[in-house]
């Protein structure tokens, strides 16, 4: 019993502290930069023109900053469209770090995207087998009905894991072989900052480090519960 609470408050703390740590960072240097000449939304712009990204948009959205590549859109929230802080112009180097990999069709780019569009049919589906199958239960007495909830509940919980073990190298790649190198070659941020841009990279890439362990712990926790 001693075990099992302790493997919990290390995942609490393995899944908890990195979201906490990541929004520290951010606000720490969201504030206005004096030696950055423009907004997040100009750099993105610049950035497009630069690396030559064509049929490639830029939008604000109050979604949360990502880059969408089936529309060919690089989304930027409000706060960092019209900042020029670290976190804003880093964030929009970021973004455009997966608008380069999309334009290199970098293979785990489009293995992700293709898994996500899959995932989105598969669990309406699950979702459509779990809420049918207590209907089921008392008019078809068979192992089938077992099967069913096994496999949709698998599908729920499983799915979001494959999303975020597929998301690790797709997001590791576009912060440090993309983004980082752009700005240090670009020579948009100063030695001192580069150092800074490269800690926000790697806070926001704990995050999902951290949602892929939360997920993986959900999926042990709902196989345990089979068990019983």
């Known amino acids: 019993m001693g ?10 703390i393995l899944t908890t502290l990195p979201s906490l740590w990541t929004k520290a960072i951010l606000n720490k240097y969201r504030k206005p930069h004096p030696d950055i000449p423009g907004t997040g939304l100009q750099f993105a712009e610049h950035l497009l023109q630069k690396l030559d990204l064509k049929g490639v948009k830029v939008e604000e959205t109050d979604q949360g900053d990502h880059y969408d590549p089936i529309e060919k859109v690089v989304r930027i929230s409000t706060a960092n469209a019209h900042s020029n802080s670290l976190t804003a112009i880093t964030t929009v180097a970021h973004e455009m770090g997966h608008a380069l990999q999309d334009k290199t069709d970098y293979p785990e780019l489009k293995q992700r995207t293709a898994l996500i569009e899959r995932a989105a049919i598969m669990q309406k589906f699950a979702g459509m087998a779990l809420m049918i199958t207590p209907l089921m239960i008392p008019l078809a007495h068979t192992p089938m009905v077992a099967f069913l909830t096994f496999g949709a509940g698998f599908i729920a919980m499983g799915v979001p ?3 975020h073990l597929s998301t690790l190298p797709v997001e590791f790649d576009a912060s440090f072989k993309r983004a980082l190198p752009l700005l240090k070659e670009g020579n948009y941020l100063s030695k001192k900052d580069n150092k800074i841009a490269k800690k926000i990279l790697f806070a926001c890439a704990m995050t999902y480090v951290a949602a892929s362990l939360s997920s993986l712990f959900n999926l042990w926790k709902w196989l345990k519960a089979l068990k019983r």
């Open 3 to 12: 075990l099992l609470i302790l493997l919990f408050v290390a995942l609490f």
């Open 161 to 163: 894991v494959i999303i």
